[in-house]
Each structure stands twice: as structure tokens, then as C-alpha cells.
């Protein structure tokens, strides 16, 4: 066994609904790339197909990059796969990708099921484009269709950030809980947890009014960002 085979597998924690789409918009992600480039590494599972289309690349057309990930599983399928990483204190990435949980039609996303919600953003917000890669059932007339919006705030902080999400008009607020294999909330990239929340009405200052409550990290509410829709 090869080492890093050893540690990772290359497997999906579960299975990719629409593959072959994802796996169609993976490809063309990866055509995107060029020699040298720095690039922001998003998560989630077509995110991952696009890991595995770039690496295909590298290794075919003998071509030199390096990857910033946002998630630790991105991060070992990089490393698996012989991309070399960095971290954003390393190096400005010249673009980035990254998946998406609903676009609206205006471009205002909501990401974070994964858990990386800061690392994506962080990573989106220094990047002069970002490619979002999704398939057709992420397109909704507007935000908060078909699921929450996740908010990374520090442990001993859910309770009162819940109070102030529902006094900016949530109306459904729930810690998000694990499930499966182990008992408690979900823990982020970060260390923190991840409340779930529902707001009939996603204006322009929600995503600001959310970041200024005491406690929170970062939302999964993306609005304004230099971004680019690739889908088919």
C-alpha cells in the first residue's frame, strides 16, 4: 500500500446525488486551469469531483499548481492525489471554485452544509473570481427555498446568537445536530457550531446584520461576491 493510500481513499463520505452532471461541470472546471496557477479549493461533493478531474490534468499535461483548500477533505484528496497545498498566510490565490447549497437569481448563494463556511468565504473574498460549480437542482427564485442558512458561532455563544437570529426575522432556528455515528451538534472546520436558520425574506443587509451578532463567526449567506455560475 502506498502512503497515502494509506490514510484516504478518495471516496465520497456519501453518495453524490446527480453524479454525472456534477461530473460534466467537474470537467469543465478543470479545463479552466493553467500552468502556475494559485487556487481556492471549495468543498463539497462536486467540489471533490473537481479535485480528481484537475489531478488528471496535472498529471496528463505535466502541468505545476498549487491548491489553497477550505476543507480537510479536500485537503487530503490534495494531498493524495500530489497537489500541493498552501494556505491563504502563503499565498493569494488567482482564482478559485466552490459548490453551493442554492443561487438565487440575483447570484446570492448559500453554502455551508459542509461545515467550512468561513474558509470558503475567507478564501472567496481574496480571490479576484470564483467559479461556483453547481448542478440544476441548486437554482431557486430565492434564498432559503429548500435550505437554512448555516451560522458558525462559538459554542457558548448558540443560545443568545439563536435569540438574535429570530429578532432579524428567522423563523425557524435549530442547532445542527450530528446524526449519524456520534451524538451533539456538528462541529466546523473551526471548532464551532452551526445554527440552521430559516428566513422567509433574504434582503441585502442580512448577511452583515448576521456577522455583526456577538459570537458569530462567519454565515452561509454570500451576497455580493465576484463570482461566476458554472452549471450546464
Keep these: ?3 497515502n493510500e494509506a490514510y484516504f481513499n478518495m ?3 456519501q ?4 453524479y454525472n452532471e456534477k461530473l460534466v461541470i467537474a470537467k469543465k472546471l478543470a479545463s479552466y486551469v493553467k500552468d502556475g496557477d494559485v487556487i481556492g479549493f471549495g468543498s463539497g461533493s462536486t467540489s471533490f469531483l473537481a479535485v480528481q478531474e484537475i489531478a488528471k490534468r496535472i498529471k496528463s499535461e505535466d502541468i505545476s499548481i498549487t491548491a489553497i483548500p477550505t476543507s480537510n477533505e479536500i485537503r487530503m484528496a490534495c494531498i493524495a492525489l500530489g497537489i500541493p497545498v498552501a ?4 499565498v493569494r490565490p488567482d482564482w478559485g ?5 442554492e443561487v438565487s437569481a440575483n447570484g446570492w448563494l448559500i453554502k455551508g452544509r ?3 463556511m468561513f474558509n470558503e468565504k475567507l478564501i472567496m473574498s481574496n480571490s479576484p473570481k470564483t467559479y461556483i460549480i453547481v448542478d440544476q437542482s441548486k437554482f431557486v427564485k430565492k434564498l432559503c427555498q429548500n435550505f437554512p442558512i448555516p451560522v458558525e458561532c462559538v459554542p457558548e455563544a448558540y443560545k443568545s446568537v439563536a435569540t438574535r437570529l429570530y429578532e432579524l426575522g428567522a423563523n425557524n432556528v435549530r442547532l445542527r445536530l450530528s446524526g449519524k455515528a456520534k451524538d451533539g451538534p456538528i462541529i466546523t472546520e473551526n471548532g464551532n457550531y452551526i445554527l440552521d436558520a430559516v428566513f422567509t425574506e433574504v434582503d441585502s443587509s ?4 448576521i456577522k455583526n451578532i456577538v459570537g458569530v463567526l462567519e454565515s452561509g449567506l454570500f451576497i455580493g461576491y465576484e463570482i461566476e455560475i458554472v452549471s450546464l
Excluded at 15 to 18: A, L, P
Excluded at 87 to 90: A, S, V, Y
Excluded at 206 to 209: K, V
Design 1 to 3: 500500500m502506498k502512503w
Design 11 to 13: 471516496e465520497w463520505s
Design 15 to 18: 453518495e453524490i446525488i446527480n
Design 87 to 90: 494556505t491563504i498566510n502563503d
Design 97 to 101: 471554485f466552490d459548490g453551493a447549497d
Design 114 to 116: 459542509g461545515g467550512a
Design 206 to 209: 442580512l448577511e452583515a446584520s
